[in-house]
């Protein structure tokens, strides 16, 4: 049976390194999205300030390991192999929990995950016990066994968390906006130093308060001196940091907003490691604890009560390091934790642009009722207030593209990080169990806001993504409870074959989410992804859009052979590859029409004629996206309700066409790869033999069905692809002869200026 317990060890241990890994990936988000957003600095400073924190914060959370050993149930109520089937029970679903969220993109809290997963494996076991011994307990004596008042308040602290951080950032971030507005490089560096005293005196004493009090190097004096003067100590801190940051811009002409936002960084990664490592790795050495205590006493796991991890352990520094050296290396080349990061920085991101998130219902009604109640306090505002506050808010126009430009400003990157700080300073000393990832989320949200980002042509899609994921956050609470419940019961009946199933499952479930997150990843960075145009000419507009017609035509070419081969050849799967390749071909055309807004802005005013090439171009790929669509989607309709297959020389006719066409293609996709413009003369010289081919062919098929076509459905279909075909040459030929007409090889191409 011992054996059986050390299996559990080595296994916790595994399950320990890749919890780290997924759960890091996860609440890289916390720490990281206001650096990234703002680009305040380079990826690398950003990156290296991080992993410093995260491992000064590894080595600072001993004491937190606490809450995995009796912060959520009584551990002296347990045996010691029920103890170990609740710690298996909850690592199981953690990484699988955690890997499921990272997968989606979607930040969540791993201190939710870890306290209700212990609390359903918990209350599985518990009445499990309660059930089988035979003493007369009831459901009622399930309060012995677990810590009802610690999951009260973690319940309390999500819905406080998620309003009181949203508001209190929408408020503060209005405040600061209002005083520096967007030009706060132009104001007096008073105004500076005395912004930078606030966020710098809040995020250091946030690095104490939150960061380092569980740390056995610090001092017990200066404990006690925060404990008993707090107000004295935020004062003297406000007084000498707003001195050094005037004599900082004043002497050194230092960048005082890229500073908080790199010290704010670097305070949220040591507090993230210091706070959260227990969630990866307390459970692990929680059971590490209690098997050693159990091995010395000789006794039947099964009577073994576990009083002593009720009693207070000290974790071996060596194991906080080899974990904030594992939590460092994946915040370098966790593709998941950047995915995450996006979602947050998309939805407070200051200009419009493609949403991720879909509107629905409740995001349509609130941003109704928001606006109606806008409008009614605007009402009974004073005009010359108004008038100044939208002044304030006017926002500069950027001197570089979209793509490179940044997703907020440095005063909204400074003010998530302070208040989130004191946010979560506040609610430590309060000894409060506010959620890090539920913090800075919605303080991030509120400041995005309150500062105008959420305008009416985005604020629907904005606030669905919001609803998104703190709707996923409850999700993780109730699935984190009743996953943990289920894998408690299956290993405490199942021993050690159940434990090798789930393991098994849980390794198939992560390489399964890994492969498909990495193919996911691949397919945004292939070499076929469309690019838009941001050429200010039409010489440079034809040059710049040659590589996206390439992508286009061979995209287009495989996705019309493999309809037509899927048709021959009645093979369902390579049409079902050929509706899905379609479809995100024409999101990407969509995706380019809807950037014309934003082209024709950065068009020069002697350059307008771009517009209206760029806009013909657009328009005849969606009219080729929408003909291979119709193609691909009648082919596979036909085929999934098993109609009887087209004659052998309709099939043939359809496969001449094919080559045809492949022809057609790839003398287009070199003509433009290659920018040989001239040769497209060339291949419009073949224009009417093409269409002689598809008239020549819709001909015979007219004579097949008068004379011998006995199936309406076969000749449905084949007209259908014929007149598409026909309709898709038309487009092809179309968008030729706009390139043929409007390219002169004796203008050099002109593109956007981002000197200034």
Known sequence: MEN??????????????????VGVSNDAVNF????????????????????IGVAVGAMTSSGMMEVARKGIFNPGEFM?????????????????????????????STTVSIVFELLGASV???????????????ITDLTNYINNSKAIEIILGILLSVVVAFTIGAIIQYVSRILLSFKFEEKPIWYSAIFSGFAVTSIMYFIIVKGLKNATFMPLSIKEFLSTNPVAFISINFLVFTLLSYLA??????????????????????????????????????AWNSYEVW???GIEASKYGMIALGEPVQTEPYLLLIAGLIMVLTLWFSSKAKAVVKTSVDLARQDEGKERFNPNFLSRNIVRLTIGLSNSINSILLESYRKWTDKQFIKPVPVVSAQDAPAFDLVRAAVNLMVASVLISIATSMKLPLSTTYVTFMVTMGTSL??????????????AGVLNVIGGWFFTAFSAFVAASIMAIILFYGKGYALTALIVVAIMLLAKNYLSHRKKSQVLKEEDELQKSESSSTQGVIHESAATIAKVVKRGNRIYTSAINGLATQNLALLKTSKKQILKLSTEVDELRDNIFYFIKNLEEPSLSASNFYINILGYLQDITQSLEYISKVSHKHVNNNHKKLKFSQIKELKDLDEQLE??????????????????????????????????KIQKQVERTRNEESSPKNTTLYFGLLLETKDLLTATMNLLEEYFNSHDSSVEPATISTED
């Open 80 to 108: 010691f192999d029920e103890i170990m089937v609740i710690f298996m029970a909850v690592m199981l679903t953690d990484i699988l929990l955690l890997d499921f969220f990272n997968t989606l993109g979607l930040p969540t």
């Open 32 to 51: 990281l999205n206001s650096a990234i957003g703002s680009k305040a600095v380079s990826f690398k400073t950003i990156m290296i300030v991080a992993s």
């Open 4 to 21: 059986l317990y050390l299996y559990m060890l080595a296994a916790l241990a595994f399950l320990a390194i890749a919890d780290l890994v």
């Open 295 to 297: 091995s010395a006493s």
């Open 450 to 463: 309150a500062d105008r980002a959420w305008g009416s042509e985005s604020a629907v899609y904005r606030v």
């Open 663 to 696: 022809t057609l293609f790839a003398e287009m996709q070199s003509a433009f790869e290659s920018r040989s413009f001239e040769e497209i003369g060339a291949i419009l010289n073949n224009k009417s033999q093409m269409f002689n081919v598809v008239k020549e």
């Open 249 to 286: 811009v004043k002497i050194f002409n230092a960048k005082i907003y890229t500073i908080i936002i790199v010290i704010g960084t670097f305070a949220l990664a040591v507090a993230f490691a210091g706070n959260d490592l227990v969630n990866f790795i307390g459970v692990p050495i929680a």
């Open 124 to 138: 599985a076991v518990a009445l499990i016990k309660i059930y089988a011994d035979g003493s007369g307990q009831n």
